[in-house]
């Protein structure tokens, strides 16, 4: 089974601001199945980047992923104030799927 | 509207058993892949399993096989978790997931979850 660790747990910044997560791999992902999901408190998760660098139907663009093999990268370049939430990464090989543990990203 | 509508919340007793349901609409629900996540109390997302409804193959996480069956009556277009014995560990929020394909190149595939059921709350206290 494929874990996935997040960093860092939590992220404090202003709106505004550029926010960088990583999750990591302890194994390659086969094809880039890494996705990032985004999850307000009281909702379920909404996907926002699938393929690692894809973005979702209606996904703004202040969001990108990237990466490959192990490492991965959830940038949000400008923070609006909606976008204070936890985020979770995902990934699928092997018809088996694994998430990370989440990454916070809160008001400073 | 492409949408999983999930069963109401439930409060059961440890050692009771339980089913609860997943109904897709908008779509063709035997095409795709129908995934079941758990949320414990301010937890991350575990993935507990996947169903393909158009001929119930089924695939589980090592740690939620035997623990719960995951099953689809693809008449109804439904998708369903079940429990034989509830304990108090089990309490959580249970998300469905339309799970879906995007091809990656050289003959690859990458899948994400794109479409979410609203969650259905068991909590499971003596």
């Known amino acids: 089974e494929i874990v996935l660790t997040q960093s860092p747990g939590t992220l404090s910044l202003s709106p505004g601001e550029r926010a960088t997560l990583s999750c990591r791999a302890s194994?390659?992902?086969?094809?880039?199945?890494l996705a990032w999901y985004q999850q307000k408190p009281g909702q379920a998760p909404r996907l926002l980047i699938y393929?690692?660098?894809s973005r979702a139907t209606g996904i703004p663009d202040r969001f990108s992923g990237s990466g490959s093999g192990t490492d991965f990268t959830l940038t949000i370049s400008r923070l609006e104030p909606e976008d204070f939430a936890v985020y979770h990464c995902?990934?699928?090989?092997?018809?088996?799927?694994?998430f990370g543990q989440g990454t916070k990203v809160e008001i400073k | 509207e492409v949408q999983l509508v999930q069963s109401g919340a439930e409060v059961k007793k440890p050692g009771e058993s339980l089913k609860i349901s997943c109904k897709g609409s908008?779509?063709?629900?035997?095409?795709?892949?129908i995934g079941w996540v758990r949320q414990m109390p301010g937890k991350g997302l575990e993935w507990m399993g996947i169903?393909?409804?158009?001929?119930?193959?089924?695939r589980y996480t090592p740690s939620f096989q035997g623990q719960v069956t995951i099953s689809a009556d693809k008449s109804i277009s439904t998708a369903y978790l079940q429990w034989s014995s509830l304990k108090a560990s089990d309490t959580a929020m249970y998300y469905c997931?339309?799970?879906?394909?995007?091809?990656?190149?050289?003959?690859?595939?990458?899948?994400?979850?794109?479409?979410w059921g609203q969650g259905t709350m068991v909590t499971v206290s003596s």
């Open positions: 194994q390659s992902v086969a094809s880039r199945s």
């Open positions: 995902q990934q699928y090989g092997s018809s088996r799927g694994t």
């Open positions: 393929g690692a660098s």
């Open positions: 997931a339309r799970l879906e394909s995007y091809y990656a190149g050289s003959g690859l595939y990458s899948y994400a979850f794109t479409i």
């Open positions: 169903i393909y409804p158009g001929d119930s193959d089924t």
């Open positions: 908008g779509h063709i629900f035997t095409n795709y892949w």
